[in-house]
């Protein structure tokens, strides 16, 4: 079974940053054969899109939120898929999710794969 595990979320001050990394388990799935994207849901709002990337990285498409600030990129190598954020703000506030395979990259009902998400908190 394919599955995507996000790893990196913690709690940090305004200001801070993270990376937070994507990486698929399942000997079969690899994840340099799709387009990736990063979406996040803070309490009592929708899912939203932050950034996507092609299959091979050369291509980034970013949320207005999250340009300049936010950087996706992929190692094919180690099959994973990043997100650095620098600097955070406290309405970056929110649980982070992986996801691969899609039609479209900014629209999160085209995915085929997701990953459980990992919680960001950032504090003022």
């Known amino acids: 079974q394919v599955q995507l595990v996000e790893s990196g979320g913690g709690l940090v001050q305004a200001g801070g940053s993270l990376r937070l990394s994507c990486a698929a388990s399942?000997?079969?799935?690899?994840?340099?054969?799709?387009?990736a994207g990063w979406f996040r849901q803070a309490p009592g709002k929708e899912r939203e899109f932050v950034a996507a990337?092609?299959?091979?990285?050369?291509?980034?498409t970013y949320a207005d939120s999250a340009k300049g600030r936010f950087i996706t990129s992929r190692d094919n190598a180690k099959n994973t898929v990043y997100l650095h954020m620098n600097p955070l703000k406290p309405e970056d506030t929110a649980v982070y999710y992986c996801?691969?395979?899609?039609?479209?990259?900014?629209?999160?009902?085209?995915?085929?794969?997701w990953g459980q998400g990992t919680q960001v908190t950032v504090s003022s």
């Open positions: 399942g000997r079969t799935f690899t994840v340099s054969n799709y387009d």
């Open positions: 990337i092609n299959w091979s990285g050369s291509m980034t």
């Open positions: 996801a691969a395979g899609p039609i479209r990259v900014d629209n999160l009902n085209t995915y085929a794969y």
